[in-house]
Nanobody, 124 residues
Framework: QVQLVESGGGLVHTGDSLRLSCAAS????????IGWFRQAPGKEREFVAAINWNGGHTFIADSQKPRSTISKDNAKNTVYLQMNNVKPEDTAVYYCAADPDPYNLFGRASPNYWGQGTQVTVSS
């Protein structure tokens, strides 16, 4: 079964660090590029970060540099988004997405697979 399951969201304070997890089915993890997006209330969904299928290339949105990193754990079929020094404007629902074509994570088309999302709320 193809699936993406996010976890790690919650209520944090300004300046905290946060690690979000995206547990992927084996097929997606081994073959697809996987990325993170977020959507704040009243705003459009935006790209945050992505990693290619073998973890050899990572892509971070300019707005997230240098606070955020993305990585893969092959033993756990999990992709992580590490966010440091979080700010209230990071408050959003964070979604994990996957697609065989990494350019679809950058906006060429909507990625094939999406998780259900995890809420991150940053208090000031």
């Amino acid at each position: 079964q193809v699936q993406l399951v996010e976890s790690g969201g919650g209520l944090v304070h300004t300046g905290d660090s946060l690690r979000l997890s995206c547990a992927a089915s084996k097929d997606l993890f081994e073959n697809d590029a996987i990325g993170w997006f977020r959507q704040a209330p009243g705003k459009e969904r935006e790209f945050v970060a992505a990693i290619n299928w073998n973890g050899g290339h990572t892509f971070i949105a300019d707005s997230q540099k240098p606070r955020s990193t993305i990585s893969k754990d092959n033993a756990k079929n999990t992709v992580y988004l590490q966010m440091n020094n979080v700010k209230p404007e990071d408050t959003a629902v964070y979604y994990c997405a996957a697609d065989p074509d990494p350019y679809n994570l950058f906006g060429r088309a909507s990625p094939n697979y999406w998780g259900q999302g995890t809420q991150v709320t940053v208090s000031s």
